[in-house]
């Protein structure tokens, strides 16, 4: 092997490296703002050295990224896992090859530039597509180190891509200045003026960070606030039905939730409280008629001793249709007439019956959701009905806790939805004074995955400033402060109650007002380079 493939090689295994560590290992985010840097430098030195077909090398350094980070999905699905890891890369290697087209016909600095509003256009993209996958995006790797994005709330995790690809290719371009002697063309203002630039553009964020941080050391002290009582009744989602029937595992649920809550049947005036159960905690729900569910006649009945108490939980539920012909793509012929819709729902009840509902709208592909449903869930039928086909909701709603001085508006992410930056901030302008999530993780096993997810969530509560209550079938469950601080949590797979308060909050960041202004500038821009390349190739100049 020559010294160059060496070299080359080498540095798109340090790239994988560098970039999976702030996804894994906590406080290493700023790793990211130089781990794009051996990418940059591996195709440097392939395009001096003359190699043909250089995207095998930014093709493998990205399937080595993605693998790292995410192998874990395997563990749920083999094959989904493979697809995932081996698609996202070619997305990723797409943009990478149409950076070095642009090098043909744009000189300097402007492929650089276009090479990163493609990939942040890209990742905007990403949020909306029908199959999407958007772990990945770069913003996310400071999951882990929420202390350095504390201005998330102005432009979200698309502003830390930005950031990301701004440093990198800052020092990218001091460093490529020194190699090819252009840095001794400079004058000693050009020089100054270029270190300066790059030293303000990585620690000013920082700076500014840590001033916004100190806006919040309080944020948990507010005075009104929402008493929570989070459940993680540890149960196995492989063996969930082979080990024990629904009413056992409701009886462990209400188990967990009296030994705290029993004191409260005495006491009148003991305000509200809301009770959280992961989700698909059940799979009996009817939606329009609740009493069909043993679940909901449980744990009505159960609440209708403790006035005030609200119970959220997660649900498979189900819409029986009659109808001579299909009412959508998504639904299944149970018989002649009879069709059915399947939804991943949160229920909201409370002693007097009283139930809302949220269908959960961002599915995960094929294990939640068909894609392009008018093509593949006619192509699902012939395989005889292998991928999900949940319904979600056209729009966010709120769940209402009800209490007999009012009620408090909360938004429930349901588990992947709390990935999704600009989606989560909906719930808190339809009104959501604190936001709880539920998610069941264990189909992952003791892997990072849980972990990133868990993150994610860290970076949704900064963006919009709202603190989370964290429910996870087997964790991590934990309480999120408006600055994205993990205030308490449960130990992965074990049985646990975690007791807290969230503040409740009205205001509204710049990013929940103004949505995602970073990703649709990066965006336009990215049009406009391409009509300019397009331009160029057309006239061959």
């Known amino acids: 092997m020559k010294k160059e493939n060496i070299i080359i090689w080498g540095l798109a295994v340090i790239f994988a490296v560098m970039m999976s560590i702030p996804y894994i290992i906590p406080n290493t985010g700023l790793l990211s703002l130089f781990g794009l ?66 090098k043909k016909k744009f000189s300097g600095s402007l492929p650089y530039i276009f090479l990163a509003v493609t990939w942040i256009a890209w990742e905007r993209f990403y949020f909306d597509a029908e199959i999407s996958w958007p772990w990945l995006v770069l913003g996310n790797s400071f999951g882990r180190s929420i202390w350095a994005v504390q201005w998330y709330e102005f432009t979200g995790s698309l502003g830390g891509s930005l950031w990301i690809w701004g440093c990198n290719l800052g020092l990218f371009g001091l460093m490529t200045s020194l ?100 989700e698909t905690f059940t799979n009996d729900i009817i939606c329009g008629d609740y009493p069909r569910s043993m679940t909901w006649r449980r744990f009505t009945g159960f609440l209708k001793d403790y006035p005030d108490v609200n119970l959220l939980f997660g649900a498979s539920s189900y819409d029986y249709i009659y109808s001579e012909t299909a009412p959508s793509h998504n639904a299944r012929n149970i018989r002649n007439g009879l069709w059915v819709e399947s939804h991943n729902s949160a229920l909201m009840v409370d002693g007097s019956a009283r139930t809302d509902i949220f269908h959960k709208s961002k599915l995960v592909v094929a294990v939640e959701k068909t894609p392009y449903p008018a093509l ?55 009104g959501a004074r604190a936001m709880t999530i539920i998610t069941n993780d264990a189909w992952w096993g003791d892997t990072p995955g849980y972990r990133q997810h868990l993150s994610y969530a860290s970076l949704r509560a900064i963006e ?70 397009a331009v160029r190739f057309k006239t061959g100049k």
């Open 37 to 102: 840097i051996p990418l940059l430098c591996m195709e440097r030195i392939a395009d001096l050295s003359g190699k043909k077909h250089i995207w095998r090398y930014h093709y493998s350094a990205f399937v080595l990224w993605n693998t790292i980070t995410t192998f874990w999905v395997c563990n749920a699905t083999i094959g989904g896992g493979i697809f995932a890891i081996l698609a996202n890369s070619l997305q990723m290697s797409l943009i990478f090859g149409l950076f070095r087209l642009s």
């Open 179 to 278: 190699s090819d002697g252009s840095w001794n063309s400079f004058n000693i203002k050009a020089k100054t003026a270029s270190i300066l630039g790059y030293a303000m553009l990585l620690t000013l964020p920082i700076v500014a960070s840590i001033s916004i941080g100190k806006d919040y050391e309080n944020a948990m002290s507010a005075q009104e606030v929402l008493p929570v009582l989070i459940v993680q009744p540890n149960i196995d989602p492989y063996n969930k039905f082979q080990a024990m029937t629904q009413e056992q595992q409701n009886a462990i649920l209400l188990s967990q939730v009296e030994s705290v809550i029993k004191g409260r049947k005495a006491d009148t005036c003991a305000g509200p409280l809301l009770v959280i159960a992961p």
């Open 376 to 430: 593949f869930c006619k192509i699902d039928d012939l395989l005889g009905g292998v991928m999900g086909r949940c319904v979600g909701q056209d729009e966010v709603s709120l769940l209402d806790v009800r209490y007999r001085n009012g009620e408090i508006p909360v938004g429930c992410a349901v588990c992947y939805e709390s990935v999704y930056g600009e989606y989560y901030t909906d719930y808190v302008r339809k």
């Open 464 to 533: 919009t400033r709202r603190a989370i209550a964290r429910c996870a079938n087997t964790g991590i469950s934990a309480i999120i402060s408006p600055s994205g601080e993990i205030i308490s949590q449960t130990e992965w797979w074990e049985p646990a109650v975690l007791q807290g308060s969230i503040p409740l909050r009205d205001d509204m960041t710049f990013f929940v007002e103004h949505g995602d202004i970073t990703g649709r500038l990066c965006t336009f821009m990215f049009f406009l380079l391409l009509i300019a390349l």
